[in-house]
């Protein structure tokens, strides 16, 4: 029957269903039905509508004091909890997902989202429009796919932390050239190929925690890591990292934890000098066996 429907009218009916997987479980009923669906106007259209039902209803609350306003504030530039809509945002249409992070997300500066349940993948492209994060924690859910290239322009990230998914593909190879300011990359338990990028020499002022552990890196532990003189946690464990662990590592005396254990071909037989020890004293955990 929609397929017999002025297009306009078609909009009006689609408007009406309560949620976006209803609505774009109709993709594909008809031609007509699939061109609106798809059309960028209408996701917007649609999630501008959702989004002020939601307004609406939290507005019957009741009116709030000066104290309570201050910390609405502050909790409008943060999420913790997802949202209906937020929970479907990995699995949405990328025109959708799209719609929905420059309505509902743009304005965050910290999106906390681990251990939610999330499936499907990180938008590729829709992550681009989340410029004002400086938190980004999608960690121990069941996202798959690669890390997007797109998220190279959250150049305000202090706090990357994507482990415990189950991310494939390569770590992006200029990360360090674009994050200048992180200070947390946690991509650990993934299912990430590749070599470690020397990119992250560049992230010299800012990075102190770097795990990469459990993995399917590989390749030689870039000597140019030495450069990271602030790190203070170092995770490469499980992988299958090759060579000899680089001596220059000794220069990073601020290290509290080492973890290279679990690669196999790789020649950690240095680590067990004098030198190394005393040349780290804050070190608490070790591990390279």
Request: net charge negative; aromatic share 4%.
């Amino acid at each position: 029957m929609l397929a017999t429907l002025p297009p306009e009218l078609v909009q009006r009916i689609l408007l009406l269903l309560p949620s976006p997987r209803a609505t774009l479980r109709l993709r594909r009923t008809c031609a007509r039905v699939d061109a609106v669906l798809t059309q960028p106007e209408f996701a917007t259209r649609w999630l501008r509508a959702s989004s002020v039902a939601r307004d609406d209803a939290s507005s019957e609350c009741g009116a709030i004091d000066a104290d309570e306003s201050d910390d609405a504030d502050d909790a409008a530039l943060a999420s913790t909890v997802p949202s209906r809509l937020d929970r479907v945002w990995t699995q949405m249409h990328p025109i959708w997902a799209d719609a929905h992070a420059r309505i509902a997300l743009a304005h965050l500066n910290s999106l906390d989202w681990a251990h939610e349940d999330l499936v499907g993948v990180i938008p590729q492209t829709a992550i681009r429009a989340l410029v004002s994060l400086t938190l980004l924690d999608l960690s121990h859910n069941a996202l798959s796919g690669p890390i997007p290239e797109a998220i190279l322009r959250l150049c305000n990230l202090e706090c990357l932390a994507l482990s415990y998914n189950r991310l494939d593909g390569m770590i992006p190879s200029d990360l360090g050239l674009h994050l200048k300011q992180l200070k947390t990359l946690s991509l650990e338990s993934n299912r990430l190929t590749g070599s470690i990028p020397a990119s992250l020499c560049h992230l010299n002022k800012s990075l102190w925690r770097l795990h990469l552990g459990n993995n399917q890196l590989s390749g030689e532990v870039p000597s140019s890591l030495s450069k990271l003189r602030k790190l203070k946690s170092l995770q490469l464990n499980h992988n299958y990292l090759e060579g000899t662990i680089p001596s220059q590592l000794i220069e990073l005396d601020s290290m509290e934890c080492l973890d290279v254990r679990g690669n196999v071909n790789l020649d950690v037989d240095w680590m067990h000098s004098q030198d190394f020890h005393s040349n780290m004293p804050f070190l608490q955990y070790l591990a390279f066996v």
